[in-house]
């Protein structure tokens, strides 16, 4: 294991190439999955502004860049991070039912209505959440006047965005997916567009300009709710003009764990994310994985079999702690960490994996309600990005309209889209994670910081739904454990496989460690490209703060999409 030593005297030694999408920085930092967003967050922080700042610019900016994954219709959970007060807050600004909702939502004639039809359902549209998130962030924590922070994605919805490559990918892959309204935008006269053409969004421009005048509450009364809860009706939805008057976000305390000497904050539940990678993070402190090469099968069997064990807790036992008493406690006891890892052998691929019983270590259980079934249904298509400022100060965000191009409608004459989150539910009522009136159904988002005696530094991310967890711990692991560079800890292929669902990897694990694998039963049936723009799986953005060496800051930006990690200068 490094010591943080180790870890900045690696960082030193390694040096960030911009061309890939890496920066350093004493002056701030910031990382998006959009070069164009992190662009408009570090004009903040060049302007006086700080990290909450930065945070806003680059969300709204995203509203316009990448649209298909998150924007004015998202929620989200923002991790702040506050040096004067050396305190860390989790905005929670997820996606909530609207009152209408009942558990029964989503059966039809006794049968749950099918995944890709829940999907395209405005039964599935939730209260969005992250304007009021940013709404707090900056009432509380920012520095700087609202119009200052959303003119640059005005200016960015008002001149000519050149399509990237994640654009081009996604309207060719998921058009399918788009009503009419939205086709007209993203295939505009039938023709998708292609990278290197140019499309101007005025109807979202005037949103902006919106709520540049009367503030992000204008998207919860006044003409732009109006027009949501017109669009939501008229596709057979539920949402109406009192769940969005009534929404508020929630200020939550993080959800603490530890690695070894390090202390991470996580969101809490109903993000299901943060428990997920610290359970990961325990189970990999009791096998002692650091003991195996990086590169060997037995790193990687290790990884599979602790990642399934996660995902199958998370899957069975997370929800809305608000509706249903959760294992909390027990999920993260060390005397079932150790029962989890009992079930792992360096000999065999367990296979099919379940669930455990966290209650034995806990009590509070509410036996009247079932577990949920498997189903991972989480949509793989969000954003993360982060910012660090010269004082210290780090907010971290992953936010999502959930499946790419959410529930594939748009508000017309208001240019954005609705999310979908409600297929984040279990169907079938009766269980911890069921559809219920004003729920949060549960998420797997998870904004981290990772802290050294107390102060921050290590903050990263990623989008990719139930992938999300897997992307984050490795990550960890290669920088905790395998002492990498950020930038190769990002680089270093990941692996992904769920209890009865995918299993995931990416090029670049060595030949023999997948033979290996392969004799051992296991049956990869997805891979995927680590240098490819568009085939990773998740997309990780990271900011390190080199203690030693008077708060010199390293931002990396992962492959995936057209992002970058750019410092103020």
């Known amino acids: 294991m490094a010591g943080i030593e180790d870890i900045f005297k690696a960082q030193k030694k390694y040096k960030i190439d911009n061309e890939n999408k890496g920066d350093t920085s004493r002056d701030g930092m910031v990382a998006s999955a959009i070069?164009?967003?992190?662009?408009?967050?570090?004009?903040?922080?060049?302007?006086?502004?700080?990290?909450f700042d930065a945070l806003i610019a680059i969300q709204l900016s995203l509203a316009v860049v990448e649209g298909m994954n998150t924007g004015i219709g998202a929620g989200g959970f923002i991790l702040c991070y506050d040096d004067d007060e050396k305190e860390t807050k989790v905005i929670n600004a997820h996606s909530r039912a609207p009152a209408g909702l009942t558990p029964e939502c989503f059966m039809e004639n006794g049968e749950t209505m099918p995944f890709d039809e829940r999907t395209k359902s405005a039964i599935s549209i939730g209260v969005p959440g992250i304007m009021k998130g940013l709404e707090y962030l900056h009432e509380n924590y920012a520095t700087l006047p609202l119009e200052q922070l959303i003119d640059?994605?005005?200016?960015?919805?008002?001149?000519?965005?050149?399509?990237?490559?994640?654009?081009?990918?996604?309207?060719?892959?998921?058009?399918?997916?788009?009503?009419?309204?939205?086709?007209?935008?993203?295939?505009?006269?039938?023709?998708?567009?292609?990278?290197?053409?140019?499309?101007?969004?005025?109807?979202?421009?005037?949103?902006?300009?919106?709520?540049?005048?009367?503030?992000f509450n204008a998207v919860y009364e006044g003409e732009i709710a109006d027009a949501i809860v017109e669009t939501v009706r008229q596709h057979g939805g539920t949402l109406d003009h009192q769940d969005l008057l009534d929404y508020h976000v929630k200020i939550d305390e993080p959800m603490w764990s530890t690695y070894k000497r390090y202390r991470i904050a996580f969101p809490a539940p109903p993000s299901g994310g943060g428990m997920g990678?610290?359970?990961?993070?325990k189970m990999f402190e009791e096998l002692d994985i650091s003991h195996y090469d990086p590169h060997s099968w037995e790193k990687y069997h290790l990884v599979s079999q602790v990642t399934q064990l996660a995902l199958a807790d998370r899957q069975r036992y997370i929800g809305d702690p608000d509706f249903h008493p959760l294992p909390l406690e027990g999920l993260l006891h060390e005397d079932y960490i150790e029962e989890r890892c009992g079930e792992i052998s360096l000999e065999k691929n367990v296979g099919k994996v379940d669930a455990g019983n966290p209650w034995k270590y806990q009590?509070?259980?509410?036996?009247?309600?079932?577990?949920?079934?498997?189903?991972?249904?989480?949509?793989?298509?969000?954003?993360?990005?982060?910012?660090?400022?010269?004082?210290?100060?780090?907010?971290?965000?992953?936010?999502?309209?959930?499946?790419?191009f959410g529930s594939g409608i748009i508000v017309p004459n208001y240019g954005f889209l609705l999310n979908n989150d409600l297929t984040d539910f279990e169907a079938e009522p009766g269980q911890v994670n069921e559809p219920d009136s004003s729920k949060c159904p549960t998420s797997s988002k998870c904004p981290t910081i990772m802290f050294h005696d107390d102060k921050p530094f290590f903050t990263l991310g990623s989008p990719g739904g139930p992938t999300i967890i897997a992307s984050v711990a490795q990550t960890i692991l290669n920088v905790i454990d395998y002492n990498m560079p950020l930038e190769e800890a990002i680089k270093e292929p990941r692996i992904y496989i769920a209890p009865d669902l995918g299993k995931q990897w990416e090029d670049g694990i060595n030949e023999?460690?997948?033979?290996?694998?392969?004799?051992?039963?296991y049956e990869f049936t997805q891979s995927f490209r680590v240098e490819s723009a568009d085939t990773r799986l998740g997309d990780v953005q990271a900011i390190m703060i080199d203690q030693t060496d008077g708060h010199l800051l390293y931002g990396v930006a992962d492959s995936p999409r057209p992002g970058e990690a750019k410092g103020a200068e």
């Open 35 to 51: 070069t164009e967003a992190s662009q408009a967050g570090n004009k903040m922080l060049e302007a006086g502004g700080n990290a």
């Open 152 to 215: 640059p994605a005005i200016t960015l919805a008002k001149n000519e965005f050149r399509v990237n490559s994640l654009w081009d990918r996604t309207i060719q892959l998921f058009k399918h997916r788009l009503r009419e309204t939205a086709r007209e935008k993203f295939v505009p006269e039938g023709i998708p567009l292609r990278e290197g053409d140019t499309i101007t969004q005025l109807e979202l421009a005037k949103t902006l300009e919106i709520i540049r005048e009367k503030g």
């Open 277 to 281: 990678v610290a359970q990961q993070l």
């Open 363 to 404: 009590k509070g259980r509410d036996s009247s309600v079932k577990t949920n079934h498997y189903a991972d249904n989480e949509g793989y298509e969000t954003t993360h990005f982060t910012a660090v400022d010269k004082w210290g100060n780090i907010a971290s965000c992953t936010s999502s309209i959930e499946r790419i």
């Open 512 to 521: 023999e460690a997948l033979q290996k694998l392969e004799s051992m039963g």
